[in-house]
């Protein structure tokens, strides 16, 4: 049986709402990585706690739901302002909690759940404390943001060979590039008006792609588990894995690039 097409209107009004959702998620981020402090970690605190739980759907594990979300809040409350932050002992606490999770639900599924929710929260509160924090972090989200827009228009306006069908149908080698193109020149432009380091320019390209595999790696999980999008809570966009899929990768790659970067000579 062959589905009926979905009306041009229906397209366009599609498009609109994913735009102004868009806009507001990113002005929503924008604030929160300004002011930093408790207004990023609770911004940080939900991210993660949205991501495990559509974890759990996504991965058959939704009778200990509670239990990982439980078990990661403890890592999240030591990551805040008025405790460790981000600290070597939150890490380490994601790890326990893994470990936790694990043994309880008797999978390691939930347990990896942790460690994807985790590690970018841990990321993101310690890349906003070093120094010249609030560029790196907006550059960290500016590079996935390019990559998901390059991708998307220039995927949709090109079209072409399948970037990989057997984890997405959607995706096109041209979205790749358009991708990589755009996170690219968003790089530059913030290396020429905001002295983002050259470098940085030059690493965004592989963080570009990074970024589409992980984009790539949750629309695998959604095709195993049989759904459209990870949740509902964002119209236009699905769940919070869905807005997040590239940045969770990316985000503690940035943050170990970074701490290298800074360690002592």
């Given amino acids: ?155 949709r306006a090109i079209g072409g060979p399948k970037l990989a069908p057997q984890f997405s149908p959607n995706k096109t080698w041209a979205g790749l590039i358009g991708g990589v193109a755009l996170t690219a020149a968003a790089s530059f432009a913030l290396h020429v008006y905001w002295a983002l380091p050259l470098y940085l320019v030059w690493v965004s390209i592989p963080l570009a792609i990074l970024a589409q595999m992980g984009d790539l790696f949750e629309s695998w999980l959604k095709r195993k588990a049989g759904a459209k999008d990870s949740g509902t809570i964002f119209p236009g966009h699905g769940g919070v894995m869905d807005r997040l899929d590239g940045l969770i990768p990316v985000a503690p790659v940035v943050a170990l690039i970074m701490l290298v970067e800074n360690l002592p000579a």
């Fill in 1 to 155: 049986m062959v589905e009926p097409a979905v009306p041009e209107s229906g397209k366009a009004n599609e498009l609109q709402t994913r735009i102004v959702v868009g806009l507001l998620l990113i002005a929503a981020a924008g604030l929160a990585v300004y002011f930093g402090g408790i207004l990023l970690w609770l911004l940080v605190v939900l991210m993660a706690l949205g991501i495990i739980s559509e974890w759990s759907g996504l991965t058959g594990r939704l009778e200990n739901r509670r239990l990982a979300m439980y078990a990661l809040s403890v890592p999240l409350a030591i990551m805040s302002p008025w405790a460790a932050g981000a600290s070597f002992l939150a890490l380490g606490l994601i790890i326990g909690a893994a470990m936790f999770v694990a043994v309880f639900d008797r999978s390691f599924k939930l347990a990896t759940g942790v460690f994807y929710a985790g590690l970018p929260a841990l990321a993101i509160v310690y890349l906003r404390d070093i120094d010249n924090g609030i560029l790196i972090v907006f550059w960290t989200l500016a590079l996935v943001w390019a990559t998901d827009i390059g991708a998307y228009f220039s995927g």
